[in-house]
Every structure is written in structure tokens, then in C-alpha cells.
């Protein structure tokens, strides 16, 4: 009885080892690292691209294990068994009202937005074209679809947020803001895909944190507040003075860890969200 119950033990012991072990070696999933898309000023080459697909007459777009029809083949060098992925560039939001102030301007001068769509691999190829298979999807192929050569993407190693500090003094690197999401959302919460006005140029690296952080009574938003909310409200109190933002404890909301960076623009997935987060808020790098 005795050594049975000594083999329970460690093998529980054992099971919460092998469970810290995995906790510590994680990593984002596949759809979070090749679905993430890209803000980037560098040009993306349009050369090659979807044609059409399988019973195109009525189909309009293509999906997993879907055939495709690339407008190159073995004269431009494709061969069967060569992987591309799919991009494009993001439409205009529907709702084209800033979230904050100069939301727009800081999004141009990030430069463009680009959707990962799938990844295909070449089944057949012809003299000038070819055929390729949907393997894996984000969203959906379509006709004139951008093809790029398919290169994989470093899994960066994800850290435990345990220790956490919502107190967090300023890290003193640099700062910008969580100026768009994909898909254009407006409420970023654990998971979510967003977009930071810092890249490569000011030294951001893939694996990097993010701390998101806010100040107490932020203005820039266009979202109504009651202006000088953080010092006074008529008949519930007020400071003998005016308190600007910067002077105030700030509100450290979460963090996030970089999965691509281009030029001007890193793609942040939010790891931990404490409260919710928004485009405007600041990012600084830990």
C-alpha cells in the first residue's frame, strides 16, 4: 500500500513537472503566428498571383483543400511541391472614423496593411501556369490574390505572466501606441492581433514584450469623457489644483509579445489583458 501510494506521488510529481515544463517552452499557436498579418512601407511584390480556381463559373472563393491557378509556372521557375502564401492587402475600415486622435496619419505613415489569407502548395505545374492546393487558411483565397514564396516564421517563446506588475514603473525604451487592430476592432482583450507604430527602425525584434498602458484622464480618445474627469467632477468633489495625465499613476492594462516586424510597424498578439484595451493606448517596451 505503501509503495503504491509512493508511486501515485511521483507520479503526480512527475505529471506537474512535465506540466511546468511545457508551460515554460510555449509558443504561440500556428494560426497565430502565419494569420497575424503585417503593417509594413516596404513594397510587397504583386508579380505573382491567383488567377482563378476550380470550377471557377461558379465558385468565387476557395478554401481548404480547394485548387488554385497561379499565373506562373515552369518557364518562371515553379515547380510541384513549392509552397506560397497568400496576402492582401486590407480594404479601407467601412467605418472610417478615428478611434483617436491622428489615428489615420499614424496609420499611413506605418504604411499598409497586408491580410494573410492561406498557404498553398503546387500540385501541377504548366508551361505558364500552375495548379496549387489550399493547405491552410486564415480566411479565403480569391481572384487576384498576391502569392508570395512561403518562409516560415520564428515562434517566439511565450513567458508566464505570474509575475506580472500592474504597477510597473515606465521602462524607459521606447514608447508608441496600439494604433489599429486586425480586422479594424476597437475592444483588444487576450489573443487579439494589434498593431504598434514601432518597428525595426527603432530597434523592435520578434520575442519582444509590450506593456499597454493608459493615463488617467486620457483625452486623446474621441469617444466622449468628461474633461478634467481625473481631478474634478461637478458636485462629487475635486483637487485644489489641475493634475495633467503624465502626473498621475498610470493604469498598466497588460502585455504583448511581437510576432512580426516590418520597418515603422510590429504585429502584437495581447498575451495577458487585465482590463480593456483600445486603440490609442501606449505601448512600451519592457
Known amino acids: 500500500m505503501i509503495r503504491r501510494l509512493a508511486f501515485l506521488l511521483g507520479l503526480v510529481g512527475l505529471t506537474a513537472s512535465l506540466a511546468h515544463s511545457q508551460t515554460a517552452s510555449f509558443t504561440p499557436l500556428e494560426n497565430q503566428i502565419y494569420c497575424s498579418g503585417i503593417v509594413t512601407s516596404d513594397p510587397v511584390p504583386t508579380d505573382t498571383y491567383v488567377i482563378t ?14 485548387f488554385v491557378f497561379l499565373n506562373k509556372g515552369s518557364s518562371q521557375g515553379v515547380k510541384v511541391g513549392d509552397q506560397f502564401e497568400v ?5 479601407s475600415d467601412l467605418i472610417p472614423h478615428e478611434w483617436f486622435k491622428s489615428q489615420n496619419l499614424l496609420l499611413r505613415a506605418m504604411g499598409t496593411t497586408y491580410e494573410d489569407e492561406a498557404r498553398l502548395t503546387v500540385v501541377n505545374v504548366q508551361r505558364d501556369t500552375s495548379t496549387a492546393q489550399v493547405v491552410f487558411t486564415c480566411g479565403y483565397v480569391q481572384r487576384g490574390d498576391i502569392a508570395l514564396p512561403f518562409t516560415p516564421r520564428p515562434a517566439p517563446m511565450l513567458k508566464s505572466d505570474e509575475n506580472f506588475d500592474i504597477f510597473a514603473p515606465p521602462s524607459g525604451k521606447s514608447k508608441a501606441m496600439i494604433v489599429t487592430t486586425r480586422y479594424f476592432g476597437e475592444l483588444v482583450g487576450n489573443g487579439r492581433i494589434v498593431y504598434v507604430n514601432l518597428g525595426s527602425a527603432q530597434g523592435v525584434k520578434v520575442g519582444d514584450y509590450f506593456r499597454v498602458y493608459r493615463f488617467q484622464g486620457n483625452s486623446s480618445e474621441y469617444v466622449y469623457q468628461t474633461p478634467h474627469v481625473a481631478y474634478q467632477i461637478y458636485g462629487l468633489g475635486s483637487t485644489p489644483r489641475p493634475y495633467d495625465p503624465e502626473e498621475l499613476p498610470r493604469d498598466v492594462l497588460g502585455e504583448g509579445i511581437v510576432l512580426r516586424v516590418a520597418k515603422n510597424a510590429s504585429t502584437v498578439m495581447i498575451t495577458l489583458s487585465k482590463k480593456q484595451m483600445y486603440p490609442g493606448d501606449y505601448v512600451e517596451i519592457e
Not at 470550377?55 to 481548404?64: A, G, L, M, Q, V
Not at 496576402?87 to 480594404?91: G, K, S, Y
Open 53 to 66: 480556381g476550380e470550377e471557377s463559373y461558379f465558385d468565387i472563393i476557395y478554401s481548404d483543400g480547394n
Open 87 to 91: 496576402v492582401r492587402p486590407e480594404p
